[in-house]
């Protein structure tokens, strides 16, 4: 019983990861982000995938848009969101 609920949770486990670090990169381009600037949450368009929680550059603001870029560790500072 314990060991059939251990294997339920680690495949759901991987089931997340998968969907997490894979799937949800894929379907970036598909669909726009959201993203938290300033305390206030953004439309956000980016020439590369980004990952939840991952540090990114404004580029340009158009209207209510941002075009963003990760961030890179040599030109990211630490106020960077």
């Not at 486990?13 to 997490?20: K, S, T």
């Not at 949800?24 to 938290?36: E, M």
Request: negative net charge; hydrophobic residues 55%.
């Amino acid at each position: 019983m314990l060991q059939d609920f251990l294997i339920a949770l680690v495949l759901a486990f991987i089931a997340f990861e998968v969907i997490e670090h894979v799937l949800l990169p894929i379907f970036w381009f598909l669909v726009k982000g959201i993203v938290l600037f300033h305390a206030e949450r953004w439309q956000a368009v980016s020439e590369y995938p980004l990952l939840p929680g991952e540090k990114a550059i404004v580029e340009e603001v158009s209207g209510l848009t941002l075009r963003i870029n990760p961030c890179m560790d040599t030109v990211c500072h630490d106020n960077v969101k």
